[in-house]
T-cell receptor
Framework: AQSVTQLGSHVSVSEGALVLLRCNYSSSVPPYLFWYVQYPNQGLQLLLKYTSAATLVKGINGFEAEFKKSETSFHLTKPSAHMSDAAEYFC?????????????FGKGITLSVRP | GAGVSQSPSNKVTEKGKDVELRCDPI?????LYWYRQSLGQGLEFLIYFQGNSAPDKSGLPSDRFSAERTGGSVSTLTIQRTQQEDSAVYLCASSLLGYGYTFGSGTRLTVV
């Protein structure tokens, strides 16, 4: 069975500050990992995905995440927060490549950006 | 279509009534998923359709929930005898091999 833990439910940063959203996973097989973003009243949008290629994955809107097997982590970062980054962020894990398989999601983290 | 379309966007129903939620996936996407999003609970998997294979129904919370996918395209999620705990946002997603999910905007269901 797979699971994802996103510690805390809310992160607040100042505009221009580093964004760090944490994700730890549990999987009995090599995982495939994803970050999704959800803006208010919208569906989820894929930010980036790790599928066993490079451990540092770059996504849209300046976000990136690093897969660390030893720490079972896949934390999401962005060097400089923008007001438009305020949204809810979900980490997800699958035991199969990007493909047509069930994703297990974390509970999500709400990111607030202060002017 | 260009994206995954869900209807209605909002649904208010009385406890005990049946509701049907519709999902139009992206044309050509072979897989379709339903998730439920409750406040503070993240996304809960409900059901997954892949081509002509038998659906994975392992996430359906009770026998009041059912779903079908006609012609490998449109899907309908049906909730019978709705309860207040069914209130949530129901999200549909579709995917094509190797490219990850595309989500719809969801149906917000409120049971009063």
């Amino acid at each position: 069975a797979q699971s994802v833990t996103q510690l805390g439910s809310h992160v607040s940063v100042s505009e221009g500050a580093l964004v760090l959203l944490r994700c730890n996973y549990s999987s009995s097989v090599p995982p495939y990992l994803f970050w999704y973003v959800q803006y208010p009243n919208q569906g989820l949008q894929l930010l980036l995905k790790y599928t066993s290629a490079a451990t540092l994955v770059k996504g849209i809107n300046g976000f990136e995440a690093e897969f660390k097997k030893s720490e079972t982590s896949f934390h999401l970062t962005k060097p400089s927060a923008h007001m438009s980054d305020a949204a809810e962020y979900f980490c997800a894990v699958s035991d199969q490549p990007g493909a047509n398989s069930k994703l297990t999601f974390g509970k999500g983290i709400t990111l607030s950006v202060r002017p | 279509g260009a994206g995954v379309s869900q209807s209605p966007s909002n649904k208010v129903t009385e406890k005990g009534k049946d509701v049907e939620l519709r999902c139009d996936p992206i044309s050509g996407h072979t897989a379709l998923y339903w998730y439920r999003q409750s406040l503070g609970q993240g996304l809960e998997f409900l059901i997954y359709f892949q081509g002509n294979s038998a659906p994975d129904k392992s996430g359906l919370p009770s026998d009041r929930f059912s779903a079908e996918r006609t012609g490998g395209s449109v899907s309908t999620l049906t909730i019978q005898r709705t309860q207040q705990e069914d209130s949530a946002v129901y999200l549909c997603a579709s995917s094509l091999l190797g490219y990850g999910y595309t989500f719809g905007s969801g149906t917000r269901l409120t049971v009063v």
